[in-house]
């Protein structure tokens, strides 16, 4: 009998050694592909030129066709960066709301509904970009049209909320009770519990959860292709279109002629999206780490 | 959750069966956005006539097209501007012939909002506002506002067909790629400040927005897209033929569809939608493009129906 259940113990243990296995393979899988794909660029387009110059016209035919990325790393920068300006203090706002304030009752219906709109499809949310936020937009900023890197920012800040918002709460539960008794115990009010006690203890964990929400923010596509209007030009403000790098891949990647330059471009495009987004989970998820060893 | 998975896994069993089914017998046409809507209408109409066929049109634009025909993935690509050089090279690599059929007739059609009171342009300021150097309505007569430029994303055929053939140089870096025309209209019956292209079929019907005359040049008439003698004849100076590609000599339902497509009953269609018939030189073009020999514009009708028809009268 033991003998079985050591047999048992060890086949599930290989099985699930596969399974995580299987993870670290495709990604290294995904990006051997993408430098593969990538590298060939680098035969025509000098690396300089590709990273720092903002001129991109694959498709040019009167000039010289041009490959620079610099003006879609801005844009896709400016509109991530944008949407955790505006889903961080909401975000935490909401989850010190949830962990703190909210009586039981509130928070059973509200958090499910956090994470339902976590699975709204990404079109749906562009959509709203085109026929409320952009409208909206135009209004208030007196522009002749809402298709802009603002709008950018306030859908994707919606799609980055409900990670912010679950992650948050979840680092705000797991400061010891300790703390915030003893602030009690010292004769802090609630408030000053949580903002000078709970928060900073719990920082580490809400950085990480925003780092998480950015690293989405970075990699939505459609909802930016539809809402940021799709201009190439360098922008000079959040109240101009931009065309985020997502953008890019996806309009083009549907008609461009295999193995040439420009294909090759758009797979050195996602090479950069995929290192950006990579930096940014590793940082997330150093500081979690390390906001873990802290506490313990 | 058990029986979740079971509806998964029959569902996923039908779709790809319907899959293999489909590619068989069923006419994948795919392309240009300004064709779709026309094609589309087309195709209902043909497979109400002809049952047992099936069509089906998708969009994506006039380079997704063609890379569908080349890559195999359609039987008809649809097509607003003509087919490359370098993807007719391609497509013979892979041992595709593209064949061009010139199925209707479109003037091309810029339009502003309705708020706008410009009512005309010539051909070389058209250009030189998507060329980036007018950047203000003043500059052409209008109100002090600044230009927003409209336009298609690069996978359009209408985006190509602009650059090669009114502005003669590149778009401004400033122009928003939209996805297609009738996200134009959009866009412009909201905004004071645009400008925009669409097919002609698609300025018709769009509420709000104002369809510029345009004249060749300085001094020459202003003409609007909606006459068919200003089209036919060219005094509208934005026209095009709207092409549809096969590979070879197109045999069985294709080539059913593309001559119903052309027969004076396909045509009265592309009217209906908005775009013009094809002129008679046209035609002959097709017939040979076609391998067909004499004029296919009688009714494609097969004798039985023409039969009953007949006995109706």
Request: hydrophobic share 45%; charged share 15%.
């Amino acid at each position: 009998m033991a003998k079985h259940n050591d047999f048992k113990e060890k086949l599930i243990h290989g099985l699930f050694f596969l399974n995580g296995l299987l993870v670290v393979f495709v990604l290294i899988g995904i990006f051997v592909l993408l430098v593969t794909k990538a590298l060939p660029a680098f035969r025509q387009i000098r690396l300089t030129e590709f990273l720092f110059s903002a001129k991109w016209n694959p498709t040019a035919t009167f000039v010289a066709p041009s490959y620079g990325i610099l003006s879609m790393l801005v844009s896709t920068l400016m509109v991530s960066i944008g949407a955790l300006i505006i889903a961080v203090p909401l975000g935490i706002g909401t989850a010190a709301y949830l962990s703190d304030v909210a009586d039981k009752r509130v928070r059973e219906i509200a958090k499910p509904i956090v994470e339902i709109l976590a699975g709204i499809p990404s079109v749906v949310i562009g959509f709203l970009g085109i026929v409320l936020v952009g409208p909206f937009i135009a209004k208030i900023f007196r522009l002749p049209n809402g298709l802009n890197a603002l709008n950018g920012s306030i859908l994707l800040a919606v799609m980055a909320l409900p990670t912010i918002i679950s992650l948050s709460e979840d680092a705000l539960n797991s400061v010891p009770k300790s703390f915030q008794e003893a602030s009690l115990a010292l004769g802090a009010t609630h408030w000053q519990t949580l903002m000078r006690v709970k928060i900073p203890a719990a920082v580490s964990g809400i950085i990480a959860a925003s780092m998480l929400g950015m690293g989405r923010a970075i990699g939505e596509t459609m909802t930016v292709l539809m809402a940021t209007g799709c201009a190439i030009a360098m922008p000079k403000s959040f109240l101009q279109s931009v065309q985020t790098m997502t953008a890019t891949i996806a309009i083009e990647m549907g008609e461009v002629p295999y193995n040439t330059t420009h294909y090759y471009a758009l797979f050195g495009i996602g090479l950069v999206l995929f290192i950006i987004t990579f930096i940014v989970n590793m940082i997330s998820d150093i500081i979690f780490h390390k906001y873990q060893k802290v506490l313990k | 959750m058990n029986r979740f998975r079971i509806a998964l896994a029959t569902m996923l069993v039908f779709l790809s069966l319907g899959n293999c089914f489909g590619s068989d017998d069923m006419v994948q046409i795919k392309g240009s956005d300004t064709l779709i809507n026309m094609v589309q209408k087309l195709s209902e109409v043909y497979m109400a006539k002809e049952p047992g066929t099936a069509i089906a049109v998708t969009g994506g634009g006039s380079g997704t097209g063609i890379a569908g025909l080349i890559n195999k993935k359609c039987d008809i690509a649809n097509s607003s501007r003509q087919i490359k050089a370098s993807e007719v090279e391609e497509a013979n690599k892979k041992g595709v012939d593209p064949k061009r059929v010139v199925v209707a007739i479109d003037a091309l059609s810029i339009i502003v909002s309705g708020q706008n009171p410009i009512d005309k342009l010539t051909v070389d300021q058209i250009g030189k506002i998507y060329r980036g150097e007018i950047k203000n309505w003043s500059e052409v007569g209008g109100s002090d506002l600044p230009i927003t430029l409209y336009g298609r994303q690069s996978n359009s055929g209408t985006y190509d067909f602009m650059k090669e053939n009114v502005m003669f140089g590149e778009y401004s870096p400033t122009l928003k790629s939209m996805n297609g025309n009738a996200q134009i209209a959009e866009a412009l019956k909201q905004d004071a400040s645009g400008i925009g292209y669409v097919g002609v079929g698609y300025a018709k019907e769009a509420a709000g927005v104002k369809v510029l005359k345009v004249a060749s040049k300085i001094g020459a008439n202003y003409y609007d897209p909606f006459n068919m003698m200003d089209v036919k004849t060219g005094r509208y100076p934005i026209t095009r033929p709207l092409n549809q590609y096969v590979n070879g000599a197109p045999k069985g339902v294709v080539k059913d569809f593309i001559i119903y497509e052309l027969s004076e009953e396909g045509q009265a269609i592309v009217e209906q939608e908005g775009f013009f018939a094809i002129p008679d030189e046209y035609q002959t073009y097709n017939d040979q493009a076609l391998g067909v020999s004499g004029r296919i514009r009688q009714s494609p009708m097969r004798p039985k129906d023409l039969e009953e028809n007949l006995g109706a009268g």
